[in-house]
C-alpha cells in the first residue's frame, strides 16, 4: 500500500459490506432512503477507511463517478484525443444547421414552375438558345417569407431547440475531455500524438497503477480487469443479457413477411433510457440499483409504475413522429444519395444488423474488440449468403440486365456522338433509372464461380463470430437458416427502411409489446443483479460465472463434478445463458485480457478445456475422423484460408523457435493499433491453441498403432490447402483472434458431442456383442465426412476409446 494512505478499521456492528451501497445484516431491510451516495461509507458497517493527508494534492483521489470516468478514458482513447473529439463535435453541429436550413430553402426559395420550364421568369425572352439559369429559379427574401407556412416555421422552431441543446451539450463534453486530457497527459504519461500507437491494455495496465497510487476508487485497493470493464458496460451487459434471455421482445409477426427481427438506433435509445440512465429508470445512478427494485414485494407496484412508463415514453415519440420522420428521411436522402450516384448497388451490400450486433456480442466486449471480429467475419458472412440465389429471380434478372444495358447502352452512345441528346426531357433521367435497375438487377444474379458449400462457409462464420443456433448445425443448406442469418446480416437497404420505419415503429412497439414485459424486467433486475465490491450493482451474468450461469450443456465432461460447482446439473434452466454465452465470453475475456487472473471456478473451466484439447490432440493420430480437435483445426484451416493457417502452423513449428517468435500474415493487418484486441504479444492464457503449442506435440511424423507412421496433428490442417511447408504463420498480435476462432470452434464441437449423447441415451440403443466396451455408449463426434446412420455410427464408436471422461 502508498505510503501516502492511513488506513483505519471501524469495529464490526452488524452490517454487510456492500459496493454500491449497504443492507443491514439481518432480516432483509433496506438503508438506502437514509444516505444520498451509495458510495459513502456506512456507519454500521465494517469498512476500511483511507484517508489522505492534506499535503497531498492529487486530483484523481476518490474520484465519485468512475463509471462515467472510465467511459470517458475509453473513449478518448479510441476517438484518439480531444481535437479529433472536439473536430467531430463541430462538424456535426454545422451538418445539422446544414441539413434544416438547406431543406428550408428547398422547400420555400426555389420556384420549381421556373425550373421546370412550366413558365418563365419576368423579362424572360424564350427562344431556341436561351437557357434558364439556377438563379433564375431562386426566389428573393421577401418571396421566401411568403411562403413560409406554420408548419415549416415550426419545423425549424424544434430544430433550433434540439441545436441548442446538442451546442450545449458539446461544451459540456469539452470541460469532460478536457479533464480527460490531462489525465491521459499527467497521470497516464500518455501524450495524444500517441494515442494511435497505444493499444487499450496497455492503457487499461496504466490505469490499474495509477488506482494503486492515487486511489481513485477507495473502496478497493487494487482494480482489476474485469472491474474497468463493468464500469463501462455495466448497461450494455444488462441489455445483452436481457436480449439473450427474451426479455426485451424484438420478435414481430408480420403479415405476408412472417417474423421478423426490429432493432433500430430509436428503439435502442428508448428503451435505454427507460431501463437505464433515464430520469424514470430502475438506476438511482450509475453504478446502484434502487433498493425496491431488490425487495420480492415490491415486484408489482413496480411493474405497474414501469408499464406507464412504456407506455407515456410510447405516446410521446408518436406526438412527435411528424418531426422525427421528416428529419429521418432527410437525413437518409443526404447520407445515401452521394453513395447511391457513386456506386447504385451500394444498396445491395450487407453489414451486420442492431439486432446481430447484441445478439452476438459478448459479455464484457467493448465496441472496439467487437467491431473487430464482425469484421473478421464479414467476408465468410457475405460467401455464405451469396451462395444463395432463387432460380427464379436470376433468370428475370438477367433478361431485364440485358434490356436494360441495351437501351442505356444506346444512349450513352448517343449522348457521345451529340451532348445535346442529354438535353432531351427526361434522357439523363432515363439513364440514371437504367443505370440503377441494373445494378439491382446484378444482386440477383449469382457468381458463376461460387462453389456451393454452405456448412464449411458456415463453420467459417463461427469461427469469427462465435454464436449461432443449435438448430443451424447441418443446416446451413436451408432456406430457414439463410433466413434466420440474414436476421443477423442485413440488406443495408433492409438496414435503411428499417431505420425510415422507426419513427413509426418504435411507439407501437413501446405500446403493445414492451410494457406488456414489464413484470418480467423487474424479476430480472431482482434475481440477476449483484453488489460487487469497488464496482456497485451489476449484471450477475457478467460476472461469467460458470458455476452459476453456466450452462451444462456447454461443459460436457469438463465442469460437471462436485469440485467445481455441486448440482452444476440440477441448475435451474433459467440461470444459464443460451447458446453458451457464459462459456464463450469467458474465453473471449480472458484471452484479450492475459494478465487477468479468473476466479477458481473460471480458472477450473478453462483449465479443464485445455486438459482435454490435449487429451484429443494426444489421440489424434488414431482418432483422427471422429476427434473434435481435429474436426475444428480442419474447419479453421480449409475453411478460414491463409490466414487460418496460423493455428496449425504454430502447432508445427518446432520447440526451439518458441512461443514468441514473429511471423507475417495477411489476415494480421487490420488497422490501427489502438484497436487491436487483446495483447500485441500474442495468446499468453485461455485458449486450446496456446496449451497446445506449449506441449510440444507437433512433430512431422508419429507412428500409429502398428507402428506404422501417421501423420501428425499439426500437419492435417495446412495440408488440406497448401501443404505444411506453405503454411505462412501470423503475427504475435492476431494470434488472439486465431486463438479465440480455433477454441470457439472446439467448444462449439463438445456441446455438439454432448447433445448427440443426450439424444442417443433417450434411445434405445443396439447392442455391442461380447467384444464391445463396456459401460454405457459414447456418441459420434461430428466429422467433414457425410453422417452415417445413427446405428451405424454407434457400433463404430463403441470399438472407440472415449472421447470425454476418464482416460
Not at 106 to 122: G, Q, T
Amino acid at each position: 500500500m502508498p505510503q501516502n494512505f492511513q488506513t483505519t478499521y471501524q469495529p464490526f456492528t452488524g452490517g454487510v459490506e456492500e459496493s454500491g451501497g449497504s443492507r443491514s445484516g439481518g432480516g432483509g431491510s433496506y438503508m438506502e432512503e437514509e444516505r444520498d451516495d451509495d458510495l459513502s461509507p456506512d456507519p454500521n458497517a465494517s469498512m476500511v477507511f483511507h484517508v489522505v493527508p492534506k499535503s497531498s494534492k492529487s486530483r484523481w483521489n476518490h474520484i465519485e463517478d468512475l463509471d462515467s470516468f472510465f467511459t470517458r478514458v475509453y473513449r478518448y482513447h479510441q476517438h484518439h484525443g480531444l481535437l479529433c473529439m472536439m473536430l467531430q463535435q463541430v462538424f456535426e453541429l454545422a451538418q445539422f444547421i446544414f441539413i434544416i436550413v438547406f431543406t428550408v430553402f428547398l422547400s420555400a426559395c426555389v420556384d420549381y414552375d421556373i425550373l421546370f420550364r412550366n413558365k418563365f421568369p419576368e423579362g424572360f425572352q424564350p427562344n431556341a438558345t436561351d437557357k434558364i439559369t439556377l438563379p433564375d429559379a431562386f426566389r428573393t427574401h421577401a418571396q421566401c417569407m411568403e411562403h413560409f407556412s406554420w408548419h415549416l416555421v415550426l419545423a425549424v422552431l424544434f430544430a433550433s431547440l434540439f441545436w441548442l441543446m446538442r451546442f450545449g451539450h458539446a461544451c459540456y463534453t469539452f470541460f469532460q475531455y478536457w479533464e480527460i486530457k490531462q489525465f491521459f497527459n499527467s497521470a497516464l504519461g500518455i501524450q495524444d500524438q500517441e494515442l494511435g500507437n497505444t493499444t487499450w491494455e496497455e492503457v487499461e495496465q496504466r490505469v490499474m497503477e495509477v488506482q494503486v497510487e492515487e486511489r481513485m476508487c477507495i473502496h478497493k485497493e487494487v482494480l482489476t480487469e474485469l472491474d474497468i470493464y463493468h464500469r463501462i458496460l455495466r448497461f450494455t451487459n444488462y441489455f445483452i443479457a436481457m436480449v439473450n434471455k427474451n426479455i426485451i421482445p424484438l420478435k414481430l409477426s408480420l403479415p405476408l413477411l412472417g417474423e421478423h427481427v426490429f432493432l433500430t438506433k430509436g428503439l435502442r435509445m428508448n428503451i435505454e433510457m427507460l431501463l437505464f440512465w433515464g430520469p424514470w429508470a430502475p438506476f438511482r445512478n450509475s453504478w446502484h440499483l434502487h433498493e425496491e427494485y431488490k425487495r420480492p414485494d415490491k415486484r408489482q407496484q413496480l411493474a405497474e409504475r414501469l408499464n406507464q412508463q412504456f407506455l407515456y415514453t410510447g405516446i410521446a415519440n408518436l406526438v412527435l413522429f411528424p418531426l422525427v420522420l421528416l428529419f429521418q428521411i432527410m437525413y437518409s436522402f443526404f447520407y445515401y444519395a452521394e453513395m447511391i450516384k457513386r456506386e447504385p448497388g451500394s444498396l445491395g451490400s450487407r453489414r451486420w444488423s442492431h439486432y446481430g450486433e447484441v445478439y452476438l456480442r459478448h459479455f464484457n466486449e467493448l465496441d472496439h474488440e467487437m467491431g473487430a471480429r464482425l469484421n473478421r467475419g464479414y467476408r465468410a458472412a457475405s460467401h455464405y449468403t451469396n451462395i444463395f440465389s432463387s432460380p427464379v429471380l436470376a433468370v428475370v434478372g438477367r433478361h431485364v440486365a440485358f434490356v436494360c444495358g441495351a437501351v442505356l447502352a444506346v444512349l450513352a452512345g448517343l449522348s457521345v456522338y451529340d451532348e445535346d441528346v442529354l438535353q432531351v426531357e427526361h434522357v439523363l433521367t432515363i439513364m440514371t433509372v437504367l443505370g440503377a435497375v441494373l445494378a439491382g438487377c446484378r444482386v440477383f444474379i449469382p457468381d458463376e464461380n461460387l462453389v456451393f458449400c454452405p456448412e464449411m462457409l458456415m463453420r467459417r462464420v463461427v469461427g469469427e463470430v462465435h454464436y449461432v443456433p443449435d438448430h443451424w448445425r447441418e443446416k446451413a443448406h436451408t432456406s430457414v437458416v439463410r433466413r434466420e442469418f440474414c436476421r443477423l446480416f442485413q440488406y443495408r437497404v433492409v438496414h435503411m427502411l428499417e431505420e425510415l420505419a422507426s419513427p413509426l415503429v418504435t411507439p407501437l412497439i413501446l405500446i403493445f409489446r414492451l410494457r406488456f414485459k414489464a413484470l418480467d424486467i423487474v424479476d430480472f433486475y431482482r434475481n440477476f443483479t449483484v453488489e460487487v465490491v469497488g464496482v456497485g450493482d451489476v449484471c450477475s451474468f457478467a460476472q461469467m460465472d460458470v458455476r452459476r450461469h453456466g450452462s451444462p450443456a456447454w461443459q460436457p465432461g469438463l465442469v460437471l463434478d462436485d469440485s467445481v460447482g455441486p448440482g452444476a446439473s440440477q441448475r435451474p434452466p433459467e440461470m444459464a445463458t443460451d447458446g453458451g454465452k457464459t462459456e464463450l465470453s469467458l474465453l473471449h475475456f480472458t484471452m484479450t485480457n492475459p494478465k487477468w487472473k479468473p476466479p477458481q471456478e473460471s480458472s477450473a473451466f478453462i483449465t479443464a478445456l485445455r486438459t482435454q484439447a490435449q487429451r484429443d490432440m494426444n489421440a489424434l493420430p488414431t482418432l483422427q475422423e471422429e476427434n473434435p480437435l481435429f474436426s475444428s483445426l480442419n474447419s479453421l484451416s480449409c475453411g478460414a484460408g491463409v490466414g487460418g493457417l496460423a493455428a496449425t502452423s504454430m502447432l508445427q513449428q518446432p520447440p526451439w523457435l518458441g512461443a514468441q517468435q514473429s511471423f507475417w500474415s495477411p489476415r494480421g493487418l487490420r488497422g490501427r493499433i489502438s484497436q487491436v484486441e487483446g495483447s500485441r504479444h500474442g495468446p499468453t492464457a485461455g485458449g486450446i491453441l496456446s496449451s497446445l503449442q506449449q506441449s510440444n506435440v507437433g512433430s512431422s511424423m508419429t507412428s500409429g498403432p502398428a507402428g506404422d507412421p501417421v501423420m501428425a496433428p499439426s500437419t492435417l490442417g495446412t495440408s488440406c490447402l497448401m501443404g505444411p511447408s506453405l503454411a505462412p504463420p501470423a503475427l504475435p498480435q492476431d494470434l488472439t483472434a486465431l486463438d479465440m476462432s480455433l477454441s470457439t470452434l472446439y467448444l462449439h464441437q463438445l456441446h455438439h458431442q454432448h447433445r448427440q449423447q443426450h439424444t442417443y441415451s433417450d434411445t434405445p440403443q443396439p447392442s455391442s456383442g461380447p467384444e464391445g466396451p463396456p459401460g454405457g455408449a459414447f456418441m459420434q463426434p461430428p466429422t467433414l465426412l457425410p453422417q452415417e446412420p445413427p446405428a451405424v455410427s454407434f457400433q463404430r464408436v463403441q470399438e472407440r476409446t472415449p472421447l470425454l471422461g476418464d482416460p
